[in-house]
C-alpha cells in the first residue's frame, strides 16, 4: 500500500476543499481508510474514517455535519468532502489505512499505512 494524499489548499472561512487519497500500488486487498489531521503544536487527531465496504463511517465530533468521507467501491481510494470550514480546521490532513474490519478504528496506533499529508488552510 502506498497512499498518496492530495487536494489541500487555501480557502476562506465558509469554503470547502475535496481531499484524496489513492493507493498508487492498487493493492488487491481492500481497507479501511481514514483521514487525520495534525495542527501546529498539537497532537494528530482523528477526522474521519470508512471502512472497507463502505457500510461504516466514523467522524470527530468537530467535523461532524460538516465534512463527508467516502470511497471508490472497492479500491483504496478515499475521499473527504470538507463543507463550511473554519480556520480550526487548518493542519496538515493525512490519510491512513488498516487491515479491514467491521469497526471504524480512531486510533493512531491502529492504522498500518500512512500517506504523506497535505495541507489545508482556512483564512478567516
Known amino acids: 500500500v502506498q497512499l498518496q494524499a492530495s487536494g489541500g489548499g487555501s480557502v476562506q472561512a465558509g469554503g470547502s476543499l475535496k481531499l484524496t487519497c489513492a493507493d498508487s500500488a492498487d493493492s488487491h486487498t481492500v481497507y479501511n481508510m481514514a483521514w487525520f489531521r495534525q495542527a501546529p503544536g498539537k497532537e494528530r487527531e482523528f477526522v474521519a474514517g470508512i471502512s472497507w465496504s463502505s457500510i461504516r463511517t466514523g467522524y470527530g465530533d468537530s467535523v461532524k455535519g460538516r465534512f463527508t468521507i467516502s470511497r471508490d467501491g472497492a479500491r483504496n481510494t478515499a475521499y473527504l468532502q470538507m463543507e463550511s470550514l473554519k480556520p480550526e480546521d487548518t493542519a496538515v490532513y493525512y490519510c491512513?489505512?488498516?487491515?479491514?474490519?467491521?469497526?471504524?478504528?480512531?486510533?493512531?496506533?491502529?492504522?498500518?499505512?500512512w500517506g504523506q499529508g497535505t495541507q489545508v488552510t482556512v483564512s478567516s
Open positions: 491512513a489505512a488498516k487491515t479491514y474490519s467491521s469497526i471504524i478504528s480512531v486510533g493512531i496506533s491502529e492504522y498500518e499505512y
